[in-house]
């Protein structure tokens, strides 16, 4: 099972990092050993002083595929969940300094939260869903896949074009803006439209 990620897939978030808006997607991995489940805490880790959050709606691939057109590109997933890309800030541009690959800055142990999956039968439309995170009671990031600068269907035909997608890959579609810095004591919790569906303390 690989876990694939997005980066900058809306256009408030990567003016937030003072990025340009890809021309392609631009994806990276994490991989299996960065997955928390719900309702297990995060545990900060003594490698860096700039943890973000990065909420972001996660599909479940749910058949192989290769070279999967756009119009066939929904039939390959079924269900819907959210995630926090967790992000190690400083690593991360390091890295970008140096031109270098984002692995550890993004793929350490607990680095992709996640909550259960929803079957896309029972949420409103897949390209227009809202969702958002609170931290500690407040709303810091809102996003609706409408904003998405590759819709999900774009992201699986062309990622497909490189690579074989498998049942039981998962794929982080983008943060939208409003990504921040978590600290010990924090509550995270993660909402598709207004069901919780995530929630993680910072221990
Ligand atoms: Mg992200």
């Known amino acids: 099972m690989k876990i694939i990620c997005i980066g900058r897939n809306y256009r408030e978030h990567a003016r937030e990092l003072s990025n340009p808006v890809p021309e392609d997607p631009i994806f990276f991995f994490k991989p299996d050993t960065s997955i928390l489940r719900r309702n297990r805490p995060f545990v900060y880790p003594d490698f860096s002083r700039d943890i973000h959050y990065e909420t972001e709606i996660v599909v479940k691939v749910c ?7 756009a119009s066939q590109a929904g039939t390959y997933y079924e269900s819907i969940g959210v995630g ?4 190690a800030r400083d690593l991360q541009q390091k890295a970008k300094e140096k031109g270098l690959p984002w692995a550890l800055a ?8 996640l909550s259960p999956f929803l079957p896309k039968a029972i949420l409103p439309r897949v390209n227009d869903l809202n969702f958002h995170l609170d931290l500690n009671g407040n709303t810091v990031q809102r996003g609706c896949t ?5 819709s999900i269907d774009e ?5 497909s074009k ?4 498998r049942k039981g890959d998962l794929l982080f579609t983008g943060t939208p803006a409003g990504i921040g810095p978590v600290r010990k004591g924090d509550l995270l919790e993660a909402f598709i439209e207004d069901r ?4 993680c303390e910072v221990k």
């Open 106 to 113: 993004k793929g350490f142990d607990q680095a992709a939260a």
């Open 63 to 69: 058949r192989n595929g290769k070279n999967i057109g």
């Open 196 to 199: 919780r569906m995530l929630w």
């Open 162 to 165: 490189f690579m074989t997608l």
């Open 84 to 87: 926090i890309d967790f992000t």
């Open 146 to 150: 409408a904003d998405m600068i590759f």
């Open 155 to 159: 992201l699986i035909s062309y990622l």
